[in-house]
């Protein structure tokens, strides 16, 4: 098992920044790739970024640019340093982590807020 404990949204203005924390512990010696996940009101979960072991990172096109994640092996965390956000990224956001294998582990999700 993998436990994911995430931190750092909030509320902010169009325009600021926030960063997001993601700490992985249990069973974490197989996993993969790390990355976010956003989910607003009435709409299916999308991914918004994801990063491998190796530092190779993929992001959603609407946030590239913007946001940028990166991962502390040693410290078994991922990080979503997100600049110049928009009242559309308003989401509750999850921290994934996946196996080679597939199996995907999901942390409890954190409100980002951007409004004005």
């Known amino acids: 098992q993998v436990q994911l404990v995430e931190s750092g949204g909030g509320l902010v203005q169009p325009g600021g920044s926030l960063r997001l924390s993601c700490a992985a512990s249990?069973?974490?010696?197989?996993?993969?790739?790390m990355g976010w996940y956003r989910q607003a009101p009435g709409n299916e979960r999308e991914l918004v970024a994801i990063?491998?072991?190796?530092?190779?990172?993929n992001y959603q096109d609407s946030v590239k640019g913007r946001f940028t994640i990166s991962r502390d092996n040693a410290q078994n965390t991922v990080y979503l340093q997100m600049n110049s956000l928009k009242v559309e990224d308003t989401a509750v956001y999850y921290c994934?982590?996946?196996?080679?294998?597939?199996?995907?582990?999901w942390g409890q999700g954190t409100q980002v807020t951007v409004s004005s």
């Open positions: 994934n982590a996946r196996r080679r294998t597939g199996m995907a582990y």
């Open positions: 990063v491998t072991g190796g530092g190779i990172t």
């Open positions: 249990g069973s974490i010696s197989s996993i993969y790739t």
